[in-house]
């Protein structure tokens, strides 16, 4: 497998120095944030962010996010012009040497926190959801929040390009069902999946999150069998997922190692997002570290289940808590996180070296 750091470029605090020092740290995943959603990633400006990283004794293989235009996923007569740049754009990343793309098709909100500052008992602050907090909640509200970076709804990830026009795009979702969202997707996988095909990108969608209707807005990438209706609907090798363990382990119902194991046997997982939560109650959670002790996910279980079916792609620690007084942005301080990749590489040596001293027996 290849241990993978995510980086936010020139406007992350952490330098890929330090995240070069993480043992066992290989392949940083980034992107070009400046680009507009929809327009063309430049080939040069991929090339320089590709020559900082490798400057820095690390592999620049994996981009999270090329983002969806909103037009595409409400089926919008526009969308053919942003699908055409979306594969402009896996054209150039491709002739840098990038083979993985992450994508995900939430529509409006990418994924949705109520804290960003969870106090935890160990004095350590994390991000968390409450259902609660969000069924009150107006959602222009919400935009508000976000628009003053206050009362922790500074959403790492978000576009604050889209907030203008939130009233009118939620107007547009009114008539767009669950059904009507996959259509979408499915027109957005035929057209980009020939190129993926030809420049060898893996397109790896990533699940919502949390996996259930936000605001009563569909989304589609909830459940094993959402999943597996996504790589059928394009058959390629080519058409694949991101498969993250928080995101959809967040819903008690989806038996995450069951998950992982049987995309991983199908070679549908392109890139592994392997993080840990607490449910505390249906619709209520936070994130921990990485151990899975006092947490909810087995990550014993989901690394066990990626070694034992041959997985060789990128994996990543995900959110992380903010420990010993770090400050940053939430989620993705470097501390946590870099613990988070050495005990997935820890449980990842384990495992290989019992089935190799089980081969030699």
């Not at 991929?46 to 969806?68: C, D, M, P, R």
């Not at 959402?226 to 694949?240: F, H, M, Q, Y």
Request: a negative charge.
């Amino acid at each position: 497998m290849l241990m993978s750091f995510r980086w936010y470029g020139s406007i992350d605090y952490i330098p890929l120095s330090h995240i070069k020092q993480i043992p066992g740290m290989r392949n940083v995943v980034s992107a070009l944030y400046s680009i507009p959603v929809g327009e063309v990633w430049p080939y040069e400006d991929i090339v320089e962010i590709k020559k900082q990283i490798e400057e820095a004794g690390l592999l620049f293989k994996t981009v999270e996010s090329v983002n969806v235009h909103e037009d595409i996923k409400l089926g919008l007569p526009t969308r053919d012009r942003y699908i055409e740049n979306y594969c402009i754009t896996l054209k150039n990343l491709a002739k840098a040497g990038v083979n993985v793309v992450c994508y995900n098709f939430m529509p409006v909100f990418d994924w949705i926190r109520t804290d960003l500052a969870k106090v935890l008992p160990d004095g350590s602050t994390a991000m968390s959801y409450d259902e609660k907090i969000i069924r009150d909640l107006d959602p222009y509200v919400l935009v508000a929040k976000m628009e003053e970076g206050s009362n922790g709804f500074e959403m790492p990830g978000w576009e604050k390009e889209r907030f203008s026009e939130i009233k009118r795009l939620f107007e547009l979702y009114k008539d767009i069902d669950e059904e009507k969202l996959f259509a979408n997707l499915k027109y957005f996988l035929e057209g980009i999946i020939p190129t993926a095909e030809e420049c060898g990108i893996k397109m790896a969608i990533h699940p919502d999150d949390p996996p259930w209707s936000i605001f009563g807005l569909p989304r589609i990438v909830i459940s094993r069998e959402n999943l597996e209706r996504i790589v059928k609907v394009v058959a390629s090798p080519c058409n694949g997922l991101a498969l993250c363990s928080g995101s959809l382990g967040s819903n008690a119902r989806n038996d995450i190692v069951e998950i992982f194991r049987y995309f991983a046997k199908m070679g549908k997982i392109h890139f592994a997002h392997v993080r840990n939560i607490k449910i505390e109650e249906p619709g209520v959670f936070h994130e921990t570290a990485h151990k899975s002790d006092d947490s909810s996910l087995d990550m014993f279980g989901i690394m066990k289940a990626l070694h034992e079916t041959g997985y060789d792609g990128p994996i990543r620690p995900d959110h992380g808590r903010m420990i010993w007084g770090e400050q940053g942005r939430p989620g993705y301080g470097l501390y946590d996180r870099a613990l988070g990749a050495v005990y997935l590489s820890g449980l990842w040596d384990a495992i290989e070296r019992y089935s190799q001293e089980g081969k030699n027996k």
